[in-house]
Every structure is written in structure tokens, then in C-alpha cells.
């Protein structure tokens, strides 16, 4: 076993730099001018960023009024029983409803889940796989699609919260089965 470890950390410590050894040295054989072409990519980079900045203003200023507003603590009081009868812990609500919302929300909820539940509860390890379950639809839709000037995301949204919702589910349903 300790031959094992000690060959991953050979491999995790060396993929990097020779994942850039290995570009470098495939442009080097086609005679791109590597400087040039990262200077260009920066730029194109600098500029989606400027793009995007409003549609993430917005998905981050979403996110804050629902938090402020109590609309996470009134939906779990809501759906509560509802979760109870699909065996979903009650607890996750919050982190179901911000997870396609924000990353940074969600592990904020998952932290919390942590403090009150302890790390090794139901609801807190719940918690942790349903982020790795799901995605942050909403700022996925606005950095996408915001930088290539696409305003109408047509089937897009429903399509991603419905991914959503199933990685969810089976998400909890799984912690469950597997570690509890």
C-alpha cells in the first residue's frame, strides 16, 4: 500500500508540469510562438471577463436576496414533509435550493450543515455529495452563455435544473444507502 501511495504522489506531483513541458514542447516542433499566442489568449480572456461581469452581478445579487430575505428558511418549513416522504434529509433543503444558484452559497450552507450537524451527520455528508452532484446552473448559464452574447437560453435552463434536481435526489439517496 505504501508503494501505491508513494507512486500517486510521484504521478499528482509531476502531471503539471509535464502536461506544460509537453505543450511547450509540441509548439516548439510546429514553430508556434508561444509568447504571442498566450498574450493573444489573455486578452480574448480579458474581454469575455468584461462581457460577463452583468450577468454575474445579477446571479450574485439573486443569491443575496434570497438569503437575506428568509426565503430559504420559509421554503424549508414548506417542503419539509415532502422531502420526509422521498427520503431526503429535511436539513438539505437549503443547500438543494442555493446549489444551482452558487458554488460559493452552497459550501457556505454545507459548512453550516457541518457546524450544527457535526461533519459526520446524515445531513452534512449529504450535503457534501450533493455538491459534487449538481452544478450552479444559473452561473453556468450566465458565464456561457453571457460570453458569447447569447440572450435567449431557450431549453438550457430547464435542462440543467432538471439535471439538477435528479443529481440531487440520487445524491441523498445514495449517501444514504452507501454510508448510513
Do not use: C, Q
Not at 56 to 70: I, K, M, Q
Not at 75 to 99: D, F, I, K, N, Q
Not at 102 to 124: C, F, I, N, Q, Y
Not at 155 to 170: K, R, S, T, Y
Amino acid at each position: 500500500m505504501e508503494i501505491f501511495r508513494g507512486a500517486a504522489t510521484v504521478v499528482s506531483d509531476s502531471a503539471i508540469p509535464l502536461v506544460f513541458a509537453f505543450v511547450l514542447l509540441v509548439a516548439l516542433l510546429k514553430n508556434v510562438k508561444v509568447y504571442e499566442v498566450f498574450v493573444d489568449g489573455a486578452k480574448e480572456g480579458f474581454e469575455t471577463a468584461v462581457r460577463i461581469v452583468p450577468y454575474l452581478v445579477a446571479v450574485l445579487v439573486a443569491v443575496g436576496l434570497v438569503r437575506s430575505a428568509g426565503l430559504l428558511d420559509l421554503l424549508s418549513h414548506a417542503l419539509g414533509p415532502v422531502l420526509a416522504l422521498v427520503s431526503v434529509p429535511v436539513e438539505t433543503l437549503p443547500m438543494m435550493l442555493v446549489r444551482p444558484l452558487s458554488g460559493s452559497g452552497s459550501d457556505g450552507v454545507m459548512v453550516e450543515l457541518m457546524k450544527t450537524h457535526g461533519a459526520d451527520s446524515l445531513p452534512a455528508t449529504t450535503a457534501a455529495v450533493m455538491s459534487g452532484a449538481a452544478d450552479t446552473t444559473f452561473y453556468i448559464l450566465a458565464v456561457y452563455f453571457g460570453s458569447v452574447g447569447i440572450e435567449r437560453i431557450r431549453h438550457a435552463l430547464w435542462a440543467g435544473l432538471i439535471g439538477d434536481f435528479v443529481g440531487l435526489i440520487a445524491a441523498a439517496w445514495f449517501t444514504e444507502l452507501l454510508l448510513f
